[in-house]
């Protein structure tokens, strides 16, 4: 696709940020060596997603190397105590691949149970593991604690103590919401939605466009691959319809 259509893509550099207005922006980034770069732009969108930034635990020792917040394969995890900490997707595979990769596995949720949100063959296929205790499960329980060799947690029937080597903590991650409004652009308190004209999806600060899942600000189940592919399609015809006029 990138090449049929002869994109010219720029992996691996990140936009610090844009300056200048609608019709002339300057864009100012810096590359995978952190050379700072410029370039003019008549019109800017924000496709920046949620991936890059986990939300955080907020308790002493989540700044260890040991907790991980993207889970990328089992192996290293072999014959080692690992804390799965979260009850949806990411968590429920992390889990399961861990345990089939001869980590010992513990899982920590403050909810009842596993989400109802976990996909259809894996929600039955983690619950039977606990059940069949090859897999810990702490439900209504919180990680209080992480020191280099436990964790603590607080759970219903009081506080305990638990050998560990590595936490996975998979509870999700946010929007680049600074970002946002350090360009302006207006992000409504009460529903963490930036502003976008659902026509055109340009937001609050003309010539700035608002594409993919950073659409729906903090809601970021609401917008994923199969609906967020049509926003491109609709900037596109509002672009080429201010160039127009
Ligand atoms: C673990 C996981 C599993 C998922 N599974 C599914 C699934 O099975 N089906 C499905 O439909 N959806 C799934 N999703 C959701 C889906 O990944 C997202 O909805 C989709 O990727 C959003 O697309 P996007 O283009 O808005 O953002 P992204 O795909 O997140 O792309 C944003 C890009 O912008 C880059 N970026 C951010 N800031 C800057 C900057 N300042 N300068 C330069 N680049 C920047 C980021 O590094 C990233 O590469 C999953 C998400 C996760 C986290």
Redesign the pocket.
């Known amino acids: 696709m990138a090449e049929h259509f002869e994109l010219d893509i720029h992996q691996y550099?990140?936009?610090?940020r844009i300056e200048g207005e609608d019709g002339n922006f300057q864009v100012y980034?810096a590359d995978r060596l952190r050379c700072p770069r410029v370039y003019g732009a008549k019109k800017a969108i924000f496709?920046?997603?949620?991936?890059?930034l986990p939300n955080r635990l907020n308790v002493p020792g989540e700044c260890l190397t040991k907790v991980i917040y993207y889970y990328k394969e089992p192996h290293p995890y072999y014959n080692m105590d690992v804390a799965v900490i979260g009850a949806k997707?990411?968590a429920a595979i992390a889990a399961l691949e861990l345990h089939w990769s001869g980590a010992r596995v513990t899982l920590i949720h403050r909810g009842e149970g596993i989400h109802s949100h976990v996909k259809y063959w894996i929600k039955p296929n983690i619950e039977n593991r606990i059940k069949q205790g090859e897999l810990k499960a702490y439900f209504r329980s919180q990680v209080v604690e992480i020191l280099p060799d436990s964790i603590r947690i607080a759970t219903p029937e009081g506080e305990i103590s638990l050998k560990n080597d590595f936490v996975f903590a998979m509870i999700g991650?946010h929007p680049?919401t600074e970002?946002l409004g350090a360009h302006g652009i207006i992000i409504d308190a009460a529903s963490g939605r930036p502003y976008t004209n659902p026509e055109t999806l340009e937001s609050s600060r003309r010539g700035i466009y608002l594409?993919?899942?950073?659409v729906a600000g903090m809601h970021?189940n609401e917008?994923?691959?199969?609906n967020?592919r049509f926003h491109g399609e609709k900037i596109a015809a509002a672009i080429a319809d201010s160039v127009r006029r």
Do not use: L, P, Q
Not at 13 to 16: I, P
Not at 223 to 226: A, L, M, V
């Open positions: 550099e990140r936009v610090e980034t496709a920046t997603g949620y991936y890059d997707n990411s991650y680049d970002f594409a993919g899942v950073i970021t917008i994923f691959i199969e967020g």
